[in-house]
């Protein structure tokens, strides 16, 4: 049996790990379009500031591990799938033949239609080759513009301000973290990082960057501003542009079903490129989050060996950041339901805020910020789906009580 694996992050890296145990005597091959070993994005921002080096950001440290695996990992791009055919064309102008396929390519940060925003000096933060630029770059006391305050965003944000950075936010939405956060947290997040000395301008979008040095950046509101680097956080979007003509149906990324196959035989999916099922709503989405990633590479190689042992349940929308200190969550709807009900908690001179959401008896959705002690309670009582009975009214009038609840609604206590 041929298994070939594309894309070398947590889903690939995990996925080609479960198919070995599953499948001794297996051919496994990873093909990843980077010159280094398999790493971890998320490590990315410990790189920036130092904390690690860049063997620290590795999925595995050690050197012998994917040859002890018998995996073999490839330096390639995949230019096309032929699922009819079940070969792979590469950008070399050679093929590569599989039985079982996975698609586990991860995205790439999305482009802003802004004039110049390919200028020297403008980067993503998206891979370690971005990592070295900006770690040569961002230097004490130079002047850095962070176009984006998303979860991507503010994760950079950390790692500039430790390197101790001039450092000014754009965010065109009216918050911080729009995609996890409502305007009061959003908010408190805005003036904890202006108490840090970051300068945060929400509601501003960048309409163009001039390409002189230092850099001008002209925002929508007619202000200027310079800078020595710019950094882009705005989004990302799945890696399908390959999979034109090769019989993988997508939509915002690769279609699944609940085995995490696609539209063709043979062929699955994992991780960002793929469009799983969310938990919380019942429909297919792309979570772009690592844990998901990893449960889908081993759901994935799971059915690829042996048809489909293993469903694929769903998986909890899920974000947790540390924000210069400030400890932020937010689990499930937690925008709320139609219908449903909300308790809400706000201290807002210590950064402290709460927020639930519910749906009849059931938590289907949390934020939180500057709590940290019942992250895992919130998690664990909205993938339960169990009903509240009289805690739910009792959350209603203390939040705070949420390990209280957990254990009478879940434990049974």
């Given amino acids: 049996m041929q298994h070939v694996v594309i894309g070398a992050g947590p889903a690939g890296v995990t996925a080609c790990e479960t198919l070995r145990r599953l499948d001794p005597g297996a051919e496994i091959r990873l093909i990843g379009e980077e010159p280094e070993p398999p790493y971890s994005r998320m490590a990315i921002p410990y790189f920036l500031n130092d904390k690690i080096d860049e063997s620290g950001t590795y999925l595995r440290r050690d050197r012998d591990h994917y040859d002890r695996y018998r995996i073999g990992v490839s330096r390639a791009r995949v230019a096309a799938v032929d699922s009819d055919a079940q070969h792979l064309s590469l950008e070399d102008g050679t093929t590569l033949d599989y039985d079982r396929l996975l698609i586990a390519t ?18 993503p933060c998206w891979n370690l080759a971005d990592a070295r630029r900006i770690h040569a770059r961002a230097l004490p006391g130079s002047k850095v ?11 950079v944000l950390e790692a500039l301000a430790t390197r101790g950075v001039d450092l000014t936010v754009v965010e065109p939405m009216d918050r911080m973290v729009p995609r996890m956060m409502n305007q009061t947290a959003g908010g408190l997040l805005k003036r904890w990082c202006e108490r840090k000395g970051v300068t945060v301008l929400t509601g501003a979008r960048a309409e163009a960057v001039q390409p002189v040095m230092p850099l001008v950046i002209d925002l929508d509101d007619h ?8 950094i882009r956080a705005t989004g990302v979007h799945p890696n399908v542009g390959f999979l034109a003509g090769s019989g993988v149906d997508i939509d915002q990324g690769v279609l699944v079903s609940e085995c995490l196959q696609t539209s063709a ?6 991780g960002d490129v793929c469009q799983g099922l969310d938990m919380s709503t019942g429909q297919f989405h792309v979570q772009a989050i690592q844990p998901t ?14 048809g489909c042992p293993v469903a694929h349940t769903g998986n909890l929308n899920m974000n947790v950041l540390d924000t210069l200190g400030l400890i932020s969550s937010s689990f499930g709807l937690w ?9 809400e908690l706000l201290d807002a001179e210590r950064f402290r805020y709460l927020n639930l959401q519910f749906k009849e008896d059931r938590l289907v959705g949390a934020s939180s910020l500057g709590l940290t002690d019942h992250v895992g309670v919130l998690r664990g009582l909205i993938q339960s789906g169990k009903g509240l009975g009289v805690w739910k009214e009792r959350l209603m009038r203390d939040p705070t009580k949420i390990m ?7 434990q049974g206590a």
């Fill in 145 to 155: 513009v962070l176009l984006g305050a998303g979860f991507i965003g503010c994760i």
């Fill in 265 to 270: 035989d043979n062929v699955y999916a994992a």
């Fill in 404 to 410: 209280e609840a957990y254990l009478g609604a879940v």
């Fill in 106 to 123: 991860g995205s790439s940060p999305t482009r802003l239609p802004i004039p110049g925003i390919e200028s020297d000096g403008v980067l």
């Fill in 335 to 343: 925008q709320g339901v139609d219908g449903g009900e909300s308790a």
């Fill in 293 to 306: 990633a990893v449960e889908h590479g081993r759901i994935a190689a799971h059915n690829m060996v042996a």
């Fill in 223 to 230: 202000r200027t501003l310079t800078a020595d680097l710019v």
